[in-house]
């Protein structure tokens, strides 16, 4: 379904962006090292919690790292994410829940969001990531920072849609930690994946 070797140079570009080494990798997600050397050097596409190991132990989305899949492929997807069964990764700013996080070459990247952040990390922080992105508050208050406008703040059924390459962050403003559905959508025909450089840039620095 996807190229191994395309697979392998994903989680070594990935790797060498975190500046981490073979056997750092290895410690922090306890997949061995000559696991994670056959993985980049194309020898085997290893399994899906191998997969998913290595992308939260470099703090990114699984699908920055699986290849995007051809669009034969996509025509007749449908994936279910139970209660509670998103593929989860927590960071200082916020907890998320990747929904769909098996479903390969979606273009949208569906998260829900626990907002923990009660100040402003520094704008150099912030995320950025081509495309558009689609907040929607289930329940308490949040204020929306971008790098063009005033703070926005957006309550339980409220929403707000905008582009995503501005700088922006979420801060919490209720005495509950907010929740909100975050909707992502990369742009272009070269588009690898539904959330290329959305962790890159955002997950890995909050």
Known sequence: MFDPEELGARIRTQRKKEG?????????????????????????TGSVETIFKIARAMQ??????????????TNGRL????????????IEHYDYQLHAAGLIGKRMAPL?????????????????????????VISGLVELHTEHYAPVRIGAGESVYFDSIMKHCYVALSDE????????????????????????SAVSKP
């Not at 994936?79 to 927590?90: F, I, S």
């Open 79 to 90: 994936l279910v994410t139970r209660r509670d069964g998103g593929e989860r990764l927590a």
């Open 112 to 136: 829900y969001m626990a907002i923990k952040a009660r100040t402003p990390p520094p704008i150099d922080e912030w995320s950025t990531h081509p495309g558009e992105e689609f907040a929607f």
């Open 20 to 44: 981490l080494t073979l056997a750092e990798l290895s410690q922090r997600s306890g997949v061995a090292v000559s696991t994670l050397s056959k993985l980049e050097n194309g020898q085997t």
């Open 177 to 200: 930690e907010p929740k909100l559905l975050s909707v992502c959508l990369s742009e272009g025909s070269a588009m690898k994946s539904a959330t290329e450089n959305l962790f890159a």
């Open 60 to 73: 990114v989305l699984v699908d920055n790292i699986f290849p995007f899949a051809p669009a034969e492929l």
